[in-house]
């Protein structure tokens, strides 16, 4: 039986909790930017693969307006405008007590895009944006970041 709880849903960020004020529906997407492999014909009808190197992904979150996490993400936007091509780029974790949930890992995740601001009525949501250099589905962020750090030199 497949089990999801959204209340279970944790996210981490250049230490920013993205799960608080999560927006009412769908909060949180991610859209690989390209395929896995390219594929190529002959003139016989052989099919021939190349795997491709492009990993990244676009990862959209959906806030309540004024929520405590979009208050803490416009300020590492202003952080990243101030620093320049210094960019605070930083691995992504997605995890959940839930066994049947989706979980991944992000490298080198930063802000591609601010939400728009907007006023009425009723409170609204926020969009915030975030391109990654490489996206990697896993049921289980921890062992998998384990064994990344001892190939790679960086801290999660």
Known sequence: MIQYEAGDFKAIW???????????????????????????FSA?????????????????????????????LAEKAAIQDIVG???????????????????????NAVLKAQPTQSY??????????WVCESYFATKDPSTFTKYLKQYVDFSI
């Open 14 to 40: 250049l230490g920013v909790d993205l799960t608080r004020g999560l927006g009412t529906d769908t909060f949180f997407e991610i859209a690989l930017i390209g395929d896995m492999v390219a594929e190529s």
């Open 44 to 72: 016989n009808g052989e099919m021939a693969v190349s795997k491709l190197a492009n990993r990244g992904a676009i990862i959209t979150a959906t806030y309540q307006q004024g929520s405590p996490t979009s208050r803490d």
């Open 85 to 107: 091509n210094e960019i605070p780029v930083a691995p992504m974790t997605v995890t959940g007590a839930s066994a049947s949930s989706g979980y991944f890992v992000t490298l």
């Open 120 to 129: 009425a009525a009723e409170i609204g949501e926020q969009s915030w944006m």
